[in-house]
């Protein structure tokens, strides 16, 4: 950080993370040490290589502002990576209320008896952030290859076909197990009729079975028989 009685600057060296073909900006932020409103101006070695926005501007007491500086796209990189361009920032105490518009070179002449301070900022060109490699799982010494799990898995066709008749066996059972809970009913019903047949033939023959009744039986286990199969 440069710090100067007016204003502190960070960071005193500009480094744009630089790449060809390719707009770079990088900021710097400017405080305001003092209780009286400080304007100030930046200038570039290379005013068609780089856009400062603000360029001017005044910041107010004990407040701050960011500086967006902006490298235009090159085409070309510089020899060894090596950046000779510069930046100068001028503060110097303004009146009170002053607006940006109102600033002008004079106000930052050490002739006209202003309290004028001067920075000087280095460009520095760094390589860019890149992402660190995957590391492939198993590919380092003393570890053990893991499968690699896919989101999208494959069912063997046989296991499908197995767990379909699966369920097809389990219907069945379902299908048959009411099939035999309905003949069991059928049963029990059979067994009340023909008690209460027989008691009805007792009553009308005086104890002797009528041959009407006996062919009704017959025919009643021949129902019966036929259902518990």
Not at 126 to 155: F, K
């Amino acid at each position: 950080m440069s710090t100067g009685e007016l204003l502190s600057v960070e960071p005193q060296e500009l480094e744009f993370p630089f790449e060809l073909k390719k707009q770079i900006s990088c900021s710097m932020q400017l405080t305001n040490k003092t209780n009286n409103h400080v304007a100030f101006k930046v200038k570039t070695t290379n005013p068609k290589k780089y856009c400062v926005r603000p360029n001017t501007g005044v910041v107010l007491p004990y407040a701050s502002c960011d500086v967006i500086v902006t490298m235009q796209a090159q085409k070309e990189a510089p020899p060894d990576m090596q950046c000779k361009d510069k930046f100068l920032l001028q503060s110097a105490v303004a009146t009170p209320g002053i607006s940006p518009k109102d600033i002008t070179p004079e106000l930052f002449s050490k002739d006209s008896g202003n309290q004028v301070e001067e920075c000087k900022l280095k460009v520095n060109y760094v390589s860019p952030h890149q992402p660190p490699s995957p590391v492939r799982e198993g590919s380092e010494e003393g570890s053990s290859p893991r499968a690699s799990i896919s989101d999208n898995v494959t069912v063997p066709r046989g296991f499908a076909e197995s767990n379909e008749k699966l369920s097809e066996t389990r219907s069945l059972i379902s299908r048959l197990t009411e099939e035999k809970n309905s003949a069991v009913q059928q049963k029990n019903k059979l067994h009340q009729e023909l008690e209460l047949l027989r008691r009805q033939g007792n009553k009308t023959s005086g104890g002797g079975v009528s041959l009407i009744t006996v062919l009704f039986i017959g025919l009643l286990g021949i129902i019966l028989g036929y259902y518990l199969k």
